[in-house]
């Protein structure tokens, strides 16, 4: 069990958190500019718009806006994004295709076919916008449009543009989340992968188990504010915080149980450890996101099935992690070699352990 200084050190490092980078990330200014149908920009933006069951509206005003095709110029240079708007069931008249072509060529551009089966869409010219990023939307009056238009624009929009953007598109705000929620996984997954290797040698694990703990409490901390922000919650931290406190508790459970199982498994039985890492982090993000997200408290029932379903994925991504380690830290490499100098310099390195009394004159003496 966690202990109360490791419950101080946590919250200690979450109030020394300056989250002033991330505020202004989610108010930066954005701009997409939406061209092609009119029509179908405004179903597409009804659907980004609308809040669905969020518990929060629009942190802001919408970053979209319309210009027709030919039109667009210049005014492509001044966007941060282009989508195009294109019914699939017609054809593509000459001079739209050349306006998105030198659009396509010169800005970040998304090109959202609608209307149509994608395997109607095989025929559309996309050779010729080799640059964009081409979505096929069959129906633009479902959430499934507006995720796949979502993950669409993503791949365009620069990163630092994408917490301001979801914080004022509610449509935007599921893909948002699990992008954010699997990339913080990972990342507090192969730092514990990276960290399992000194923590097996005792004069390093004190410092390495203290960094573990500053370091995976900041990635969940970030990562839950940065879920309350993208939700549409209010800014303030300290009162974000009394909400994360409990999540960070859990956290700290994680890594209690991780630490324990690393201590009983040889160097390369770092699975459990790396499996924990991911699946605490992972678990910790679904359940703040849905609180943010309508206020959903997570049941003991969910909690243990939403555990199960993070430990199989933790148990995947530490698989592949430690796959990798093993094919890198070879027993000629530069970082294995640099382990067994440290063992060896450890305090009765090279000592034959003395036997018990009743054990004295071995095998060899019999």
Not at 113 to 139: H, K, M, N
Not at 240 to 268: D, K, N
Request: aromatic share 6%; with cysteine; proline share 7%.
């Amino acid at each position: 069990m966690p202990t109360w200084n490791d419950m101080g050190a946590a919250l200690n490092t979450l109030r020394e958190l300056d989250v002033s980078a991330i505020r202004e990330e989610s108010e930066r200014p954005v701009s997409v500019l939406c061209t092609g149908s009119r029509t179908l920009f405004e179903q597409a933006s009804a659907l980004l718009r609308a809040p669905g069951l969020n518990r929060y509206g629009p942190g802001g005003t919408s970053p979209l806006s319309f210009l027709d095709l030919r039109a667009v110029g210049g005014s492509a240079h001044q966007a941060d994004l282009v989508v195009a708007m294109i019914d699939g069931r017609e054809p593509i008249a000459s001079a739209d295709a050349a306006a998105l072509t030198r659009i396509a060529a010169t800005a970040p551009t998304v090109i959202a076919i609608c209307s149509v089966d994608p395997t109607e869409a095989t025929g559309t010219p996309q050779p010729a916008f080799a640059e964009a990023q081409i979505v096929v939307l069959p129906d633009l009056k479902n959430a499934e449009a507006a995720a796949a238009l979502a993950t669409a624009i993503f791949k365009r929009l620069p990163g630092e543009l994408h917490l301001s953007f979801t914080r004022r598109l509610p449509g935007a705000r599921d893909v948002y989340a699990r992008e954010l929620i699997g990339s913080v996984s990972f990342t507090n997954a192969s730092y514990a992968a990276a960290s399992a290797i000194p923590e097996q040698i005792p004069i390093l694990a004190v410092p390495f188990v203290a960094a573990d703990m500053i370091v995976l409490t900041k990635n969940q901390a970030l990562m839950v504010y940065r879920l309350a922000l993208a939700y549409g919650a209010p800014p303030e931290f300290r009162e974000r915080l009394r909400e994360v406190a409990p999540v960070i508790g859990g956290g700290l459970l994680w890594r209690q149980l991780a630490r324990s199982l690393v201590a009983l498994i040889p160097i390369w039985g770092v699975v459990p450890k790396v499996a924990i890492a991911y699946a605490g982090t992972y678990a910790t993000g679904v359940a703040a996101g849905r609180w943010f997200a309508d206020g959903e408290l997570i049941t003991g029932a969910r909690l243990r099935q939403l555990s199960a379903e993070a430990l199989q994925l933790g148990r995947q991504r530490a698989a592949e992690l430690v796959a990798v380690a093993r094919n890198q830290v070879t027993p000629s490499s530069p970082l294995r070699r640099r382990v067994e100098q440290i063992r060896r310099r450890l305090p009765g390195a090279g000592r034959r352990p003395k036997r018990p009394v009743g054990e004295q004159g071995g095998a060899e003496n019999r």
